[in-house]
Protein backbone atom coordinates (compact mmCIF):
# COMPACT_ATOMS: atom_id res chain seq x y z
CA UNK A 1 0.00 0.00 0.00
CA UNK A 2 0.95 3.23 -0.80
CA UNK A 3 2.96 5.46 2.21
CA UNK A 4 1.85 9.31 2.09
CA UNK A 5 3.12 11.21 4.49
CA UNK A 6 1.59 15.06 5.21
CA UNK A 7 3.49 18.11 6.93
CA UNK A 8 2.03 20.01 9.20
CA UNK A 9 -0.44 17.70 10.40
CA UNK A 10 -2.02 21.47 11.35
CA UNK A 11 -1.44 24.87 11.25
CA UNK A 12 -2.83 28.02 12.49
CA UNK A 13 -2.30 30.83 9.49
CA UNK A 14 -2.63 34.77 9.35
CA UNK A 15 -5.17 36.09 7.25
CA UNK A 16 -3.03 37.08 4.32
CA UNK A 17 -0.09 35.13 4.87
CA UNK A 18 1.79 32.53 2.88
CA UNK A 19 0.82 28.64 3.90
CA UNK A 20 2.69 25.85 2.00
CA UNK A 21 1.51 22.02 2.84
CA UNK A 22 3.72 19.18 2.12
CA UNK A 23 3.28 15.82 0.40
CA UNK A 24 5.86 13.17 0.40
CA UNK A 25 5.24 9.61 -1.21
CA UNK A 26 7.25 6.56 -1.46
CA UNK A 27 6.09 4.09 -3.47
CA UNK A 28 7.41 5.78 -6.85
CA UNK A 29 3.16 6.55 -8.30
CA UNK A 30 3.74 9.21 -10.94
CA UNK A 31 0.00 10.91 -10.23
CA UNK A 32 -0.21 12.86 -7.20
CA UNK A 33 -3.67 15.27 -6.28
CA UNK A 34 -4.48 17.81 -3.64
CA UNK A 35 -8.38 17.78 -2.23
CA UNK A 36 -9.88 19.90 -0.16
CA UNK A 37 -12.54 19.04 2.70
CA UNK A 38 -15.19 21.48 4.17
CA UNK A 39 -17.25 20.34 7.02
CA UNK A 40 -20.18 18.29 6.21
CA UNK A 41 -18.89 17.96 2.04
CA UNK A 42 -17.16 15.67 0.39
CA UNK A 43 -13.61 16.24 -1.17
CA UNK A 44 -12.66 18.32 -3.86
CA UNK A 45 -9.62 18.51 -6.66
CA UNK A 46 -7.77 21.44 -6.15
CA UNK A 47 -4.70 20.87 -8.21
CA UNK A 48 -2.72 17.13 -9.11
CA UNK A 49 0.50 16.41 -11.20
CA UNK A 50 1.34 13.60 -13.59
CA UNK A 51 5.09 14.14 -13.49
CA UNK A 52 7.51 15.67 -11.66
CA UNK A 53 7.82 19.56 -12.56
CA UNK A 54 4.37 19.58 -14.27
CA UNK A 55 1.23 20.51 -12.65
CA UNK A 56 -2.48 20.58 -13.63
CA UNK A 57 -5.25 22.56 -12.41
CA UNK A 58 -8.29 20.65 -10.96
CA UNK A 59 -11.84 22.05 -10.00
CA UNK A 60 -11.12 24.76 -7.42
CA UNK A 61 -7.81 25.96 -8.14
CA UNK A 62 -8.32 29.73 -7.69
CA UNK A 63 -6.22 30.86 -4.47
CA UNK A 64 -3.83 27.91 -4.58
CA UNK A 65 -0.59 27.03 -6.40
CA UNK A 66 1.32 23.61 -6.18
CA UNK A 67 4.21 22.31 -7.05
CA UNK A 68 6.08 19.49 -8.16
CA UNK A 69 9.80 19.34 -7.54
CA UNK A 70 10.59 15.72 -7.70
CA UNK A 71 8.26 12.60 -8.20
CA UNK A 72 7.91 11.74 -4.45
CA UNK A 73 7.15 15.44 -3.21
CA UNK A 74 3.92 17.31 -4.05
CA UNK A 75 3.13 20.98 -1.99
CA UNK A 76 0.16 22.74 -1.90
CA UNK A 77 1.05 26.58 -1.68
CA UNK A 78 -1.60 29.82 -0.58
CA UNK A 79 0.18 32.98 -1.40
CA UNK A 80 -2.10 34.66 0.19
CA UNK A 81 -4.07 33.00 3.03
CA UNK A 82 -7.82 34.19 3.47
CA UNK A 83 -10.22 32.89 5.60
CA UNK A 84 -12.29 30.73 3.21
CA UNK A 85 -9.68 28.68 2.89
CA UNK A 86 -10.03 27.06 6.19
CA UNK A 87 -10.39 23.44 5.63
CA UNK A 88 -8.64 19.75 5.57
CA UNK A 89 -6.21 19.21 3.25
CA UNK A 90 -5.66 15.66 1.46
CA UNK A 91 -3.02 14.45 -0.39
CA UNK A 92 -3.16 11.19 -2.23
CA UNK A 93 -1.28 9.55 -4.58
CA UNK A 94 -1.95 6.68 -7.38
CA UNK A 95 0.05 4.41 -9.92
CA UNK A 96 -3.15 5.21 -11.67
CA UNK A 97 -5.77 4.04 -10.60
CA UNK A 98 -6.57 3.52 -7.02
CA UNK A 99 -6.13 6.51 -5.15
CA UNK A 100 -4.17 6.61 -1.37
CA UNK A 101 -4.50 9.17 0.95
CA UNK A 102 -2.31 10.87 3.22
CA UNK A 103 -3.64 11.84 6.62
CA UNK A 104 -4.75 14.89 6.01
CA UNK A 105 -3.36 18.71 7.38
CA UNK A 106 -6.21 20.97 9.24
CA UNK A 107 -5.32 24.23 8.65
CA UNK A 108 -7.45 27.07 10.11
CA UNK A 109 -6.80 30.73 8.99
CA UNK A 110 -7.32 33.61 11.44
CA UNK B 1 -21.86 18.92 -14.27
CA UNK B 2 -21.22 15.30 -12.83
CA UNK B 3 -22.68 14.53 -9.64
CA UNK B 4 -22.38 11.70 -7.04
CA UNK B 5 -25.53 11.17 -4.66
CA UNK B 6 -25.10 8.79 -1.69
CA UNK B 7 -27.69 7.28 0.54
CA UNK B 8 -28.76 7.36 2.86
CA UNK B 9 -27.31 10.27 4.51
CA UNK B 10 -26.87 8.63 7.68
CA UNK B 11 -27.61 5.13 9.28
CA UNK B 12 -28.03 4.26 12.95
CA UNK B 13 -27.65 0.50 13.33
CA UNK B 14 -27.69 -2.07 16.40
CA UNK B 15 -24.18 -4.12 16.39
CA UNK B 16 -24.90 -7.00 14.33
CA UNK B 17 -27.15 -5.20 11.52
CA UNK B 18 -26.54 -5.14 8.46
CA UNK B 19 -26.68 -2.30 6.30
CA UNK B 20 -26.50 -1.43 2.32
CA UNK B 21 -24.95 2.05 1.01
CA UNK B 22 -25.57 3.06 -2.31
CA UNK B 23 -23.58 5.69 -4.78
CA UNK B 24 -25.20 6.49 -7.92
CA UNK B 25 -23.05 8.54 -10.45
CA UNK B 26 -24.87 11.01 -13.29
CA UNK B 27 -22.88 10.35 -15.89
CA UNK B 28 -21.06 7.48 -17.52
CA UNK B 29 -18.76 5.30 -15.02
CA UNK B 30 -15.70 2.88 -15.76
CA UNK B 31 -15.08 2.40 -12.13
CA UNK B 32 -15.60 3.29 -8.11
CA UNK B 33 -13.57 3.48 -5.20
CA UNK B 34 -14.89 3.16 -1.88
CA UNK B 35 -13.62 4.91 0.81
CA UNK B 36 -14.34 4.88 5.11
CA UNK B 37 -13.54 7.59 6.62
CA UNK B 38 -12.43 7.71 10.75
CA UNK B 39 -13.96 9.67 13.41
CA UNK B 40 -10.68 11.65 13.16
CA UNK B 41 -10.54 12.60 9.79
CA UNK B 42 -8.45 10.11 7.97
CA UNK B 43 -9.48 8.08 4.90
CA UNK B 44 -8.87 4.34 3.97
CA UNK B 45 -9.28 2.68 0.56
CA UNK B 46 -11.58 0.03 1.16
CA UNK B 47 -12.36 -0.71 -2.77
CA UNK B 48 -11.51 0.06 -6.19
CA UNK B 49 -14.13 -1.82 -8.29
CA UNK B 50 -14.41 -1.06 -11.92
CA UNK B 51 -17.02 -3.51 -12.50
CA UNK B 52 -18.70 -6.79 -10.48
CA UNK B 53 -18.85 -7.69 -7.10
CA UNK B 54 -15.59 -7.84 -4.58
CA UNK B 55 -15.28 -9.05 -1.21
CA UNK B 56 -13.03 -7.87 1.52
CA UNK B 57 -13.88 -9.50 5.31
CA UNK B 58 -17.63 -8.11 5.95
CA UNK B 59 -17.58 -5.86 3.25
CA UNK B 60 -18.91 -6.80 -0.21
CA UNK B 61 -18.96 -3.42 -3.16
CA UNK B 62 -20.83 -4.40 -6.49
CA UNK B 63 -20.59 -1.54 -9.23
CA UNK B 64 -22.46 -2.06 -12.12
CA UNK B 65 -21.30 -0.08 -15.19
CA UNK B 66 -24.37 0.52 -17.11
CA UNK B 67 -26.66 1.48 -14.48
CA UNK B 68 -24.24 4.19 -12.90
CA UNK B 69 -24.12 2.72 -9.84
CA UNK B 70 -22.53 1.19 -6.94
CA UNK B 71 -23.00 -0.02 -3.77
CA UNK B 72 -21.14 -1.00 -0.06
CA UNK B 73 -22.67 -3.88 1.60
CA UNK B 74 -21.46 -4.57 5.39
CA UNK B 75 -22.16 -7.51 6.88
CA UNK B 76 -22.71 -7.97 11.07
CA UNK B 77 -21.65 -4.23 11.65
CA UNK B 78 -19.48 -3.26 14.82
CA UNK B 79 -19.26 -0.35 16.52
CA UNK B 80 -15.57 0.00 15.32
CA UNK B 81 -17.40 0.84 11.53
CA UNK B 82 -18.87 3.61 12.91
CA UNK B 83 -17.56 6.54 10.46
CA UNK B 84 -18.15 8.09 7.05
CA UNK B 85 -18.18 5.95 3.57
CA UNK B 86 -17.23 7.47 0.75
CA UNK B 87 -17.61 7.17 -2.31
CA UNK B 88 -15.50 8.43 -5.78
CA UNK B 89 -15.71 7.55 -9.36
CA UNK B 90 -13.41 8.80 -11.69
CA UNK B 91 -13.92 11.62 -14.44
CA UNK B 92 -12.05 13.83 -16.88
CA UNK B 93 -10.46 11.41 -18.55
CA UNK B 94 -7.03 11.93 -18.07
CA UNK B 95 -5.71 11.77 -14.62
CA UNK B 96 -7.98 9.65 -13.02
CA UNK B 97 -9.41 12.16 -10.89
CA UNK B 98 -12.37 11.88 -8.78
CA UNK B 99 -15.14 13.45 -7.66
CA UNK B 100 -16.84 12.42 -4.47
CA UNK B 101 -19.94 11.92 -3.02
CA UNK B 102 -21.22 13.97 0.11
CA UNK B 103 -20.75 10.47 2.04
CA UNK B 104 -22.97 8.12 4.53
CA UNK B 105 -22.59 8.77 8.24
CA UNK B 106 -22.69 5.17 9.77
CA UNK B 107 -23.17 4.98 13.42
CA UNK B 108 -23.21 1.65 15.22
CA UNK B 109 -24.59 1.43 18.79
CA UNK B 110 -24.07 -1.52 20.98
Known amino acids: EAAVTQSPRSKVAVTGGKVTLSCHQT?????MYWYRQDTGHGLRLIHYSYVADSTEKGDIPDGYKASRPSQENFSLILELASLSQTAVYFC?????????FGPGTRLTVL | GQQVQQSPASLVLQEGENAELQCNFS?????MQWFYQRPEGSLVSLFY???GTKQSGRLTSTTVIKERRSSLHISSSQITDSGTYLC????????????FGTGTLLSVKP
Open chain 2, 27 to 31: TSLNS
Open chain 2, 88 to 99: APPYGGSGNKLI
Open chain 1, 92 to 100: ASSPGLEQF
Open chain 2, 49 to 51: NPS
Open chain 1, 27 to 31: NNHDY
